[in-house]
């Protein structure tokens, strides 16, 4: 075919190609819209050493000791020449100061235990007093303080366990027997406290306290007849303790020797015009009703 035909051929098939209809669009499958479920950003901390993660180091808290950075201070001085004040908070904290640079000191931690009493914080006054008794393994005496003063601060439990090692370390100590028996009287073991007030007037037979406390926790048993007995004792070891002429006077009365106990209660508010308990007592003795003035005064 001659070139000429055979381009002309081709131009019309081309031009009838393009004036037909475009065949109809393929239908499309719609997909539903699903929101992507949301992200979480993650950061990575930076990692500047692949080995082991180092852990902080927490000091343990000293409940005695206070940290200071201060250099060339005396703070035991301090704490001495504020006492002479009369200064008890500011010593016990000057003392306590001392601890931070030597906190085995016998003389600061005992110190401290004194002072912390007399501030009323019997805890404190107790750890200071258990830490000298680990520092002085033969010595009885800070384990006796220290059951007193656990005794003040309620923890009873404490005082008769600081007691029964005071003890083991100073059998033959009066004053051992007496504060454990304290702490059984407040625990109500009665049986226990007379045991343990028993064996300190065995080893001490004119302990006016302790004799006192037998007769008070006789008293509390109802063992009337030898309560009166041993308040007796009491009485003439401790003529001057209100308190005592008081209890005395109580277990006269169980006993109806009510000339006797109106006596007793008479001694006790001459030694104490204030003492409530004997003027009450002495009312009841002599059948008098007091006014509410009177009690109060």
């Not at 479920?37 to 990575?44: C, D, L, N, S």
């Not at 002429?245 to 277990?251: D, K, W």
């Not at 020797?257 to 006790?268: C, T, V």
Request: net charge neutral; proline share 7%.
């Amino acid at each position: 075919m001659p070139t000429k035909k055979l381009l002309a051929a081709l131009t019309a098939l081309s031009i009838t190609a393009c004036t037909e209809p475009p065949p109809p669009p393929r239908p499309v499958a719609v997909i539903p819209h699903r929101p992507l479920p949301p992200t979480r950003v993650v950061r990575v901390p930076e990692v500047r050493d692949a080995g082991a993660p180092v852990m902080p180091v927490v000091e343990p808290v000293d409940a005695l000791v206070l940290a200071h950075d201060t250099v060339n201070v005396d703070h035991l001085a301090r704490a001495r020449g504020l006492v002479g004040e009369g200064d008890v908070q500011g010593a016990l904290t000057e003392a306590r100061r001392a601890l931070f640079s030597t906190p085995t000191d016998v003389e600061t931690l005992s110190l401290v235990a004194r002072l912390a009493k007399k501030a009323g914080q019997g805890a404190m006054a107790a750890e200071a007093w258990g830490r000298v008794s680990v520092l002085v393994p033969d010595d009885a005496t800070p384990l006796v303080a220290q059951a007193r003063a656990l005794l003040g601060a309620g923890e009873l439990q404490g005082a008769v366990a600081a007691g029964r090692k005071a003890m083991a370390r100073d059998p033959g100590n009066a004053e051992v027997f007496q504060v454990v028996g304290l702490a059984q009287l407040a625990q109500k073991d009665l049986a226990g406290a007379i045991v343990s007030f028993e064996k300190a007037i065995e080893l001490n037979p004119t302990h006016g306290y302790a004799l006192n406390n037998l007769g008070l926790a006789c008293l509390r048993a109802n063992q009337n007849e030898r309560a009166a007995e041993v308040l007796e004792r009491a009485a003439t070891e401790l003529p001057h303790v209100a308190w005592v002429q008081n209890n005395l006077g109580i277990a006269l009365e169980r006993v109806g020797r009510d000339d006797e106990a109106k006596a007793a209660y008479q001694h006790a508010m001459d030694l104490s015009p204030k003492y409530v308990k004997a003027r009450i007592n002495a009312a009841r003795v002599a059948k008098v009703t007091l006014t509410e003035e009177q009690v109060e005064e």
